[in-house]
C-alpha cells in the first residue's frame, strides 16, 4: 500500500511539473496569438504567417529567458524520481 501512495505521489508532482515547465511558453505563445488577431482583425489583414512569426520569437525568448529554470525543475523531479525508486526497490 506504501508503494502504490509514492507512485501516486509521484504521478501527481509529475503533472504539477510538466504544467510548471509547459505554462511559460503556452501562455506567452497564447498572449501573442491573441494580441496579433486582434491586430488582424482590426486591419483586416488575414496572412497566415504574420501569426507564425512573433509567436516562434516569443517562444525562443521564454525558452533563452526562462529554460535554465525549467530544466532546474525538470532535474529536480528526476532526482526525487530515482531516489524514490532506490527507496522502493529496497
Do not use: H, Y
Amino acid at each position: 500500500m506504501d508503494e502504490s501512495n509514492a507512485l501516486l505521489a509521484l504521478a501527481d508532482r509529475m503533472l504539477w511539473t510538466t504544467a510548471l515547465v509547459a505554462a511559460p511558453v503556452l501562455l506567452a505563445a497564447l498572449a501573442v496569438g491573441l494580441i496579433v488577431g486582434i491586430i488582424q482583425a482590426a486591419t483586416s489583414v488575414n496572412e497566415q504567417t504574420l501569426t507564425f512569426v512573433p509567436k516562434l520569437a516569443v517562444t525562443a525568448l521564454v525558452l533563452v529567458l526562462l529554460g535554465g529554470a525549467m530544466m532546474g525543475l525538470v532535474a529536480d523531479f528526476a532526482q526525487d524520481v530515482f531516489a524514490e525508486i532506490a527507496m522502493i526497490g529496497q
